[in-house]
């Protein structure tokens, strides 16, 4: 399983959402990885498809997509 956390540098959130993250796999038994990227560019953002801070994926589907979204 891919499990990603994308951050801006300046989200206030992340730190807390990788604690949860790691938290539910543990309690899940699942053995993953968590990869942890930092969003420093637009150039970056839009590579990665990131529409906000702190995103989570599993398996490159967003976990909860609709608070980004218009």
């Known amino acids: 399983m ?4 994308l951050y801006y540098p300046d989200c206030p959130s992340h730190e807390r959402a990788l604690e ?16 942890v990227i930092r969003i420093e560019t637009e150039e970056e953002a839009e590579r990665y498809r990131f529409i906000g801070s702190p995103t989570i994926r599993f398996n490159e589907v967003e976990v909860d997509p609709a608070p980004h979204l218009p």
Request: avoid cysteine; hydrophobic fraction near 45%.
């Open 2 to 5: 891919r499990v990603q956390l």
């Open 20 to 35: 949860l993250v790691r938290e539910a796999l543990q309690e899940e038994g699942v053995q993953a990885e968590v990869e």
